[in-house]
């Protein structure tokens, strides 16, 4: 019965967490087309794909539904759209980028780290897009470093949401994968606004693109990642408060006899005591 809803909200998460954003802002050119034919998008398929997969993953739970779910939504939209063939490359990218991001959201729903992990990469591309859209906003670092702060104290939280404090050794590997995606991000940016160049250019243009965001986001933003830690820990305190205390451990024993805890040098009592053999009492020779 769970996957009478959960197919069907794993196909509209996939579309709304994916794409429906970059709908939203309205796709270049004016296409109206799900993901124009173009090279130029390839970062929307690479991000939107993981994204979308990811969301599907988390609501379906099991890998041998989620992945082949999302891939068929994902090639049945592009054909939908009207791309041919000819664009089999940009499909592809669609298709593995969705596959990955289900496969990684379905084992998320059994471990929290590896759905804190799963989360770096789409809550990066959530919390880089005012940057391109607001252009010259007066409060655009604010906005941006209270977003990268959001998106840091989730991933942390979800991180210690079934083993508690023992996974905050994670949180160093979570904050180095959160700096990653944002680097990821701007590389794949760099590389769609570059279509139609040599791939050397390409290669050149995502390969500087990912070493210089860590710039501004260690000299501009390391006070909102601060606080991003400083707001997790007491989440975390008190999520952790809040939980029933876990129930005492089975007692392997609670169905046999007393007599079956005894140890082994005490066995004899059990035993069955041997018949004593009595002398025959001999009258004294008068």
Not at 252 to 279: F, G, H
Request: charged share 15%.
């Amino acid at each position: 019965m769970r996957y009478l809803w959960a197919v069907p909200a794993a196909v509209i998460g996939w579309f709304l967490v994916g794409f429906a954003p970059t709908y939203l802002a309205g796709l270049p050119d004016a296409s109206t087309l799900f993901v124009p034919a173009t090279s130029g998008r390839v970062d929307l398929l690479v991000l939107g794909g993981v994204a979308g997969g990811a969301a599907a993953g988390f609501l379906l739970g099991r890998i041998r539904y989620a992945v082949p779910l999302v891939l068929v939504v994902a090639g049945g939209t592009w054909w939908l759209s009207g791309h041919t063939l000819s664009a089999r490359d940009l499909l592809i990218t669609l298709l593995a980028a969705s596959a990955l991001g289900a496969f990684f959201g379905a084992l998320g729903t059994r471990s929290s780290v590896v759905a804190a992990f799963t989360l770096t990469l789409p809550l990066a591309w959530y919390a880089a897009r005012p940057a391109a859209d607001l252009g010259d906003f007066q409060w655009l670092w604010q906005l941006n470093g209270l977003l990268v702060a959001v998106g840091l104290t989730i991933v942390l939280y979800v991180c210690c949401w079934r083993r508690g404090w023992r996974s905050a050794y994670f949180w160093p590997l979570l904050v180095a994968a959160y700096l990653f995606s944002f680097a990821i991000v701007d590389a794949l940016r760099a590389v769609s606004a570059g279509a139609g160049r040599p791939a050397g250019d390409l290669a050149d243009a995502g390969t500087d693109a990912f070493f210089q965001s860590f710039e501004p986001l260690l000299r501009d933003y390391w006070p909102w990642m601060v606080l991003a830690v400083l707001l997790a820990i007491p989440m975390t305190a008190l999520k952790l408060r809040a939980l029933p205390p876990p129930p005492p451990p089975p007692d392997p024993y609670a169905d046999r006899t007393n007599d079956a805890v005894l140890s082994d040098d005490l066995d004899w009592i059990d035993q069955p005591e041997p018949e004593r053999k009595l002398l025959a009492r001999r009258e004294p020779v008068g």
